[in-house]
């Protein structure tokens, strides 16, 4: 069910109690400000929700009910902070994007319960800093995008956890030095460069770690 491009700034918490077989649903381009939980309660068997491009500022654990979502995208939204906890009803969720939004800073929990979660894009935010446990909840997590941020450095072993990451992205390539275990790190280097190269020099180090 597509209401995308509508100019909605509210929907009636009873608008989807009929549609507990839907699927998926793209509410995005819109001017919605809040997502009531009740609205969304109905929908035992979504998978996809799409919610991008409204202007929602406030998300918390109370938002979403027990789903059977894999998809959640709340990019370009307005949201600046997440609170510990926030998808903790989420369990089922393998792709979460949350870029270009206002998010400053991530801290332990907030990706708590999202075990099976797989990509989760945070780029294009004005994240400054997260702390250092921040991705112990998401072990399974195989790609993860950090471009475009404020950070100019990664707590050491932030990434530890993350055993299973393939892919991820940031903006510079000495980033890749706290990522040495990933198969792809981008962006890739200038042909002369090498993460074993960067390893050498104390002041690129100092900037990761």
């Not at 500022?57 to 510990?84: G, H, V, W, Y």
């Not at 991530?106 to 991705?135: A, C, P, W, Y």
Request: charged content about 20%; proline content about 3%.
């Amino acid at each position: 069910r597509v209401v995308r491009r509508n100019r909605l700034s509210y929907v009636d918490v009873n608008a989807f109690q009929h549609l507990t077989r839907l699927i998926e649903l793209d509410l995005s381009y819109n001017q919605l400000t809040e997502i009531q939980k009740e609205m969304l309660e109905p929908l035992i068997k979504l998978q996809i929700l799409y919610l991008s491009a409204n202007r929602i500022a406030k998300i918390d654990e109370n938002t979403f009910p027990p789903m059977s979502l894999a998809t959640l995208s709340l990019a370009e939204n307005e949201l600046e902070a997440l609170q510990a906890g926030t998808f903790r009803s989420a369990t089922t969720l393998k792709n979460l994007f949350l870029s270009d939004n206002g998010i400053h800073f991530l801290s332990k929990g907030t990706f708590r319960n999202l075990d099976n979660l797989v990509s989760l894009n945070l780029q294009g935010n004005g994240i400054k800093h997260m702390d250092v446990e921040v991705f112990e909840d998401v072990h399974n997590l195989t790609s993860l995008y950090l471009g475009n941020n404020a950070f100019r450095k990664l707590p050491k072993n932030l990434l530890h956890p993350l055993t299973k990451l393939q892919y991820i992205y940031f903006d510079r390539f000495e980033m890749c030095l706290a990522a040495t275990h990933v198969r792809v790190c981008e962006p890739k280097g200038d042909g002369i460069s090498s993460q074993e190269h960067l390893l050498d020099n104390p002041i690129l180090r100092t900037s990761v770690w």
